[in-house]
């Protein structure tokens, strides 16, 4: 029986071509576009999942009330993990590790700058990363180690045995590699392209050694024996602070790491969320995008119903069961939603390489995966089921007696049903173009959104190498300036475009005992305030016109309004054991999160600590080409060791905006798929309605009707529909978009506008799918349809 059901599934199949090619492209589109999707859903939910102890492993997060919030961290003191190792109960084991830093590697005639971390022999118990050649329990414990990744190790030694070899960092320190391991997973929150170990890091920086529960320096990773003392653990971390640092007010908490990625956004000391919202959105997209498919499915099949109602008819009257009729078919969906799951496989396999691309992933299909397997078969089957049992119900519920007449059985029902399908349709694709623009019009908000100085023009240059020494500093700003590629130079002690280097010890005249506020520190060197293109509030900057500023410090608006000083200049403050004297005022910049307000700001000479980064202005008059030339000839005259290390101020500053870009990104390809999908839907009740209407319309032309009456005629109802699915989308995207935009202290008021094109858009599409066929139909010899009657 099985056998037949399915020949007579694949004739009616091919009899019906167009029908055929309609609904295995809508269903192949919309598989494509969920694969896709889940494809990167999984790709972020299996985040610091690569681990076996996974579970049972955790960052310690420090909260430290400031301003009337409490901020969180995964920063913490260098004397954490060994007091953590030997106090608290239930620890396996407790690491400390440097947040990735690039640095030069140098073996023969290969140099190469990759990030690397300096930790323990504990960080790799924690995190057991795949050794491929090495001990895994014998490294990291002589000073001059290194372990290298496999791609990092092919870039310095080619098909050479790597192990025992010596490697130089930074021109410095000579290295022996003990051990390679595979490349570290792109879904990982620590990338690194070789381990150092923590003794080298105090070598190279004394200071380090102090056990100072005031330096949040490190990343302290802790693995517990087990969950079932988690909470005796993290209760038991709580108060560490206070414990060691009396006057500390902040406090410790275990964050699950296989939580980092997902679940990073804390409020008053809690996660409340992170990317893990933006992955419900994307579930949400891809089911919406399938159930659009499968609903564009039934559409079509029941539009098909007036050329299989003889077929049911004849089949009853020979004594088929409706349960057999719903075998077959249930069985041509099937055949459907496999035909369409190959063309979505070629559609995914063709367009991954873009997405990877646009996204700057690596997503793959794991064919060798079973797990996979099991739920595309699952989603085969479901899509089918799903898609198929409408039109099954529909189609089995025909009376042979009318049918066989030429009668219509349940058209109006559904007729009735096909339109709430219709509406479904629209109401997801209005929404997803309302969230789409407010995506865009948030991110070119932002974008436009001053941020306090001049990011255009402006490159950064790392410091490193003999630039360190600040006669050489000053040796390369003194050549950028007379090569006539910069207008101007300074020196910066941090990414201009990143946040950190915080500090809560700071004490002004007035001063509520109780308070704690964070401030930013930063180094600057002469003329700061020309380089970057922002402006001086008040008072001075640091000068050669005035060398003794080594006590001399400068606050941005921020800082003042939260210090409270009236005449801020000339006050005194204190701040690292020493006693500064406020000479100027700075305006507020951005160089953490482009969404939120700027932060308290102290800026002291750089001269008197290391620069990290040379801020240069660039002449706007100079070729850029030229220009950067002259740079990096510059910077080569004075350290030829190391490759010249810049990049662009804007370029650094658009990464803030990665996640927001993604989201809009996706958003609109996707948005766009479940638009052409819902168009098929349409196309489908269009021929249904034109199929029932035909005589009508043959009339109609009889007694003089116009082909543009006839088109105002069918599409008047149409855009009925897309009315009623604009009027529910509206206050649907409205909460979407709303909630969205809370998240963010600086954001858009939300226009009329996205709701404008929405409906233009919708209207538009509409108008344009339902005139394909309903133009056919108005040109239609009324003969064909009357000669009968």
């Not at 990773?221 to 079932?228: E, F, G, H, I, R």
């Given at each position: 029986m099985f056998r037949l059901n399915l020949k007579i599934a694949l004739r009616n199949l091919w009899k019906n071509k167009g029908f055929t090619l309609i609904n295995v492209g809508g269903l192949g589109i919309g598989l494509a576009s969920c694969m896709i999707l889940l494809l990167y859903v999984n790709y972020e939910w299996g985040y610091d999942k690569q681990f076996d102890k996974h579970e049972d492993t955790y960052v310690v997060y420090q909260n430290v009330p400031s301003s009337g919030k409490i901020f969180s961290w995964a920063w913490t003191p260098n004397v954490m993990a060994q007091e953590?190792?030997?106090?608290?109960?239930?620890?396996?084991?407790?690491?400390?590790?440097?947040?990735?830093?690039?640095?030069l590697i140098t073996y023969g005639t290969q140099k190469i700058k990759g990030a690397g971390i300096f930790t323990d022999p504990s960080f790799l118990k924690i995190l057991n990363y795949k050794f491929i050649k090495g001990n895994p329990n014998a490294v990291l414990r002589n000073v001059n180690s290194i372990i290298l990744t496999r791609s990092f190790s092919l870039k310095l030694f080619g098909n050479e045995d790597p192990i025992n070899k010596t490697v130089k960092l930074a021109n410095t320190e000579l290295l022996k590699v003990e051990g390679i391991?595979?490349?570290?997973?792109?879904?990982?929150?620590i990338q690194f392209q070789y381990l150092m170990t923590w003794n080298l890091y105090e070598k190279r920086e004394p200071w380090v050694r102090d056990r100072n529960w005031g330096n949040n320096i490190c990343l302290t990773?802790?693995?517990?024996?087990?969950?079932?003392v988690f909470e005796q653990a993290n209760s038991q971390i709580k108060d560490i602070y206070q414990r060691n640092l009396k006057a500390s007010t902040g406090k410790a908490l275990l964050f699950p790491i296989d939580k980092w990625h997902l679940y990073d956004e804390f409020v008053n000391g809690k996660s409340i969320g992170g990317k893990i919202d933006q992955l419900k959105i994307f579930i949400l997209l891809a089911v919406c995008i399938l159930m659009i498919a499968c609903v564009n499915f039934m559409n079509l099949s029941t539009a098909n119903s007036e050329k299989r109602a003889k077929e049911v008819g004849v089949r009853k009257a020979i004594g088929s069961s409706r349960k057999s009729l719903i075998g077959q078919f249930l069985l041509e969906s099937l055949i459907l939603a496999g035909m369409s799951t190959m063309l979505a496989f070629l559609l995914t396999e063709i367009s991954l390489p873009y997405f990877?691309?646009?996204?700057?992933?690596?997503?793959?299909?794991?064919?060798?995966?079973?797990?996979?397997?099991?739920?595309?078969?699952?989603?085969?089957?479901?899509?089918?089921?799903?898609?198929?049992?409408?039109?099954?119900?529909?189609?089995?519920?025909?009376?042979?007696?009318?049918?066989?007449?030429?009668?219509?059985?349940?058209?109006?029902?559904?007729v009735s049903i096909r339109k709430v399908l219709v509406v479904f349709q629209f109401v997801f694709a209005v929404c997803t173009i309302i969230c789409t623009a407010v995506i865009y019009q948030q991110l070119s908000f932002i974008k436009e959104k001053p941020i306090g100085y001049d990011r255009h023009n402006l490159i950064q240059l790392t410091v490193q190498g003999n630039l360190e020494n600040e006669n050489k500093l000053n040796l390369l700003k003194d050549k950028l300036l007379k090569s006539g590629a910069a207008t101007s130079v300074s020196f910066f002690s941090h990414d201009i475009s990143e946040g950190g280097n915080n500090t809560m010890d700071v004490e002004w005249p007035g001063k509520d005992i109780n308070q704690d506020v964070i401030f930013n520190q930063r180094g600057v060197g002469y003329d700061f305030i020309k380089t970057i293109g922002t402006e001086l509030i008040a008072g001075r900057e640091f000068s050669a016109k005035f060398p003794n500023d080594s006590t001399h410090m400068m606050l941005n608006e921020s800082a003042v309004k939260t210090i409270g000083l009236k005449e801020p200049l000339g006050k005194v403050i204190e701040w690292n054991n020493k006693h500064w004297t406020v000479v100027g005022i700075v305006k507020d910049f951005i160089v953490e999160s482009a969404y939120e307000k700027a932060a308290p700001m102290i800026f002291y000479p750089i001269k008197y600590s290391g620069a990290a980064t040379v801020l240069i202005r660039l002449d706007p008059?100079?070729?850029?080409?030229?220009?950067?030339?002259?740079?990096?000839?510059?910077?080569?005259?004075?350290?030829?060791?190391?490759?010249v290390d810049r990049k662009f101020v804007n370029e650094s500053f658009a990464l803030k905006f990665k996640n927001e870009q993604l989201l809009g990104t996706l958003s609109n390809w996707f948005g766009g798929f479940a638009?052409?999908?819902?168009?098929?839907?349409?196309?489908?009740?269009?021929?249904?309605?034109?199929?029932?209407?035909?005589?009508?319309?043959?009339?109609?032309?009889?007694?003089?009707?116009?082909?543009?009456?006839?088109?105002?005629?069918?599409?008047?109802?149409?855009?009925?529909?897309?009315?009623?699915?604009?009027?529910?989308?509206?206050?649907?995207?409205?909460?979407?978009?709303?909630?969205?935009?809370?998240?963010?202290?600086?954001?858009?008021?939300?226009?009329?506008?996205?709701?404008i094109l929405a409906i233009c858009l919708s209207v538009l599409v509409a108008i344009l799918t339902v005139s394909l066929q309903s133009v056919k139909v108005a040109k239609a010899n009324p003969i064909d349809a009357l000669k009968y009657e």
């Open positions: 953590v190792r030997e106090k608290i109960p239930g620890v396996e084991a407790a690491s400390h590790s440097t947040y990735p830093n690039s640095n391991i595979e490349d570290v997973p792109a879904n990982s929150s990773l802790v693995q517990l024996k087990s969950q079932a990877n691309q646009l996204l700057d992933l690596h997503l793959i299909i794991q064919y060798d995966n079973w797990n996979f397997w099991l739920i595309l078969i699952a989603m085969m089957v479901f899509t089918g089921l799903i898609a198929g049992s409408y039109p099954a119900l529909y189609l089995s519920s025909f009376e042979p007696v009318k049918v066989l007449k030429g009668l219509n059985g349940k058209a109006g029902n559904a008059a100079s070729n850029l080409a030229s220009s950067l030339n002259k740079i990096d000839k510059s910077v080569q005259d004075i350290e030829p060791s190391f490759p638009i052409f999908i819902s168009c098929l839907g349409l196309l489908g009740l269009a021929l249904f309605m034109a199929e029932q209407r035909k005589r009508e319309i043959s009339i109609r032309k009889v007694l003089g009707a116009s082909t543009v009456n006839i088109l105002t005629l069918l599409n008047k109802d149409f855009i009925k529909l897309v009315a009623i699915a604009n009027i529910i989308a509206f206050p649907l995207a409205y909460v979407i978009v709303n909630k969205w935009l809370s998240a963010f202290e600086y954001r858009v008021s939300i226009s009329a506008l996205p709701f």
